[in-house]
T-cell receptor
């Protein structure tokens, strides 16, 4: 079945440094969604990418969808303490398959 | 709108007992999902309803698990009998439209502990 791999599992950065998490699917995806989950919270939708090669920005966050629609990345520029949490990618199609998530910790 | 509402927020029960988790989706949303989150397995889809009809229940782990959606504003996930390995956070989510191509709104979750 469809699998979505996400790396790294964990990243600890100094405030102001950049952060990137990568997502790879074993199959071509119809879309990819990104969610953020704060510690003790619930997943909150960030964005959906649909088109091959698509790039979207939300302030300091940049999301990319690969040309083959099998990989995606989320890049945060100049991290802040409010960025702390777990970032999940989720591959859409017949079902939404979540990656394991990347835990981001930010040292101030 | 208050968002997706789940109850209870926390549940501690003894092995063998029946557990019922409840969810009220966002009004107007016609897709509802039940997910389970654990450290070992991450976020797993258990079941997906569209217009109150179960579309995909392939993620339901065993016959001990059952889910219903009697109307557009209410769904339940039942575990009978419960086992310690069922301990997890259970999320309900809803979305507008069909399938997995639109934003899903998650509830606060129910943290289940089976002792």
């Amino acid at each position: 079945g469809q699998q979505v791999m996400q790396i790294p599992q964990y990243q600890h950065v100094q405030e102001g440094e950049d952060f990137t998490t990568y997502c790879n699917s074993s199959t071509t995806l119809s879309n990819i969604q990104w969610y953020k989950q704060r510690p003790g919270g619930h997943p909150v939708f960030l964005i959906q990418l649909v088109k091959s090669g698509e790039v979207k920005k939300q302030k300091r966050l940049t999301f990319q969808f690969g040309e083959a629609k099998k990989n995606s990345s989320l890049h945060i520029t100049a991290t802040q303490t409010t960025d702390v949490g777990t970032y999940f990618c989720a591959g859409g199609g017949n079902k939404l398959v979540f990656g394991a998530g990347t835990i981001l910790r930010v040292k101030s | 709108d208050a968002g997706v509402i789940q109850s209870p927020r926390h549940e501690v029960t003894e092995m063998g007992q029946e557990v019922t988790l409840r969810c009220k989706p966002i009004s107007g949303h016609n897709s509802l999902f039940w997910y389970r989150q654990t450290m070992m397995r991450g976020l797993e889809l258990l079941i997906y309803f569209n217009n109150n009809v179960p579309i995909d229940d392939s993620g339901m782990p065993e016959d001990r698990f059952s889910a219903k959606m009697p109307n557009a504003s209410f769904s339940t996930l039942k575990i009978q009998p419960s086992e310690p390995r069922d301990s997890a956070v259970y999320f309900c989510a809803s979305s507008l439209g069909q399938g997995f191509n639109t934003e899903a709104f998650f509830g606060q979750g129910t943290r289940l502990t089976v002792v």
